[in-house]
């Protein structure tokens, strides 16, 4: 019923979560953790060193995993039972493994990289997922936050990106794939004000439930498929809204289904 906190002594050691490592501090067998504690917290608030969770780790209780000025990398997924949240905080984030929780929030403070094929779930339930920077990557991200908001925090670069559930998925900045689909199966709200553009190369942009560009200008380009919601009136917004392909000779198709263009 109280505070559990794990760390080396000196601020710059690198830890290794449910591994072996030749140096640093070995972290094991963190799965034998009991439900009850009012929080757990891996890593120093003035850490420098690098964090790897190198095998599948559960969390009964809210976990902050941090190295402020250090590097996290998690390579083996990290599961949220019972009310337990996930929080990582460092320079840099880079995801090879899911996190999953039971409708608790996740958050990943600073920049993240997508380093392969990635779902982020926080159930069907209110968990929110909160990205505080920008995304780079790769892989493809798939966000799963049931009735919770999804916030991103900067600009992405993926491979692909899908958004399956989300109460709101509000975003401030571009989107870029790699000839990856983008697809929101929930409703989207534009942040901010500055000029945005989602350039998804040869793949689709898709929205699937609403979006409210507010008062932003948006491009939308593709050489492929732009896809609206088919609800009448669930596009919004008060500044200006561009389509168009990212080749200019590309052929365009409005309302139809064509094989080229």
Same mark, same amino acid.
């Given at each position: !019923?109280? %505070? $559990?906190?794990?760390?080396?002594? /000196?601020?710059? &050691? =690198? @830890? *290794? ?6 140096? #640093? ?38 976990t902050t995993i941090q190295s402020p ?22 320079? !840099?984030? %880079? $995801?090879?493994?899911?996190?999953? /929780?039971?409708? &608790? =929030? @996740? *958050? ?6 997508? #380093? ?7 159930d069907t339930g209110i968990g929110n ?44 900045g571009n989107i870029t794939t790699n000839?990856?689909?983008? !697809? ?78």
């Amino acid at each position: !019923t109280n %505070t $559990l906190t794990l760390l080396p002594v /000196t601020d710059s &050691q =690198n @830890i *290794t979560l449910n591994g072996n490592s030749t140096t #640093g501090l070995n972290i094991t067998n963190l799965n034998s953790l009991a439900n009850g504690f009012t929080s757990i917290t891996i890593g120093s608030t003035n850490g420098s060193g690098d964090i790897n969770i190198a095998g599948n780790t559960t969390f009964q209780d809210p976990t902050t995993i941090q190295s402020p000025t250090g590097t996290i990398e998690v390579n083996a997924a990290i599961t949220g039972e019972d009310d337990a949240s996930l929080t990582l905080n460092s320079t !840099t984030t %880079t $995801l090879n493994s899911n996190l999953t /929780t039971n409708n &608790q =929030n @996740i *958050t990943i403070g600073n920049q993240t990289n997508i #380093g392969s094929d990635i779902t982020i779930s926080t159930d069907t339930g209110i968990g929110n997922i909160s990205f505080n920077n920008i995304i780079n990557g790769t892989g493809n991200l798939i966000l799963e936050a049931g009735t919770g908001n999804i916030q991103f925090g900067g600009d992405i670069n993926l491979g692909s990106l899908t958004v399956n559930s989300s109460t709101n998925t509000q975003i401030p900045g571009n989107i870029t794939t790699n000839n990856g689909n983008l !697809t929101f199966n929930s409703a989207v709200t534009l942040t901010g004000t500055n000029e945005t553009t989602f350039n998804t190369g040869t793949g689709n942009i898709s929205f699937n439930n609403s979006l409210d560009i507010s008062n932003k200008p948006l491009t939308l380009t593709s050489d492929s498929a732009i896809t609206f919601p088919t609800t009448a009136n669930s596009v919004t917004g008060t500044n200006t809204l561009t389509l168009l392909p990212v080749t200019d000779s590309q052929n365009i198709t409005l309302n139809g289904n064509s094989t080229t263009g």
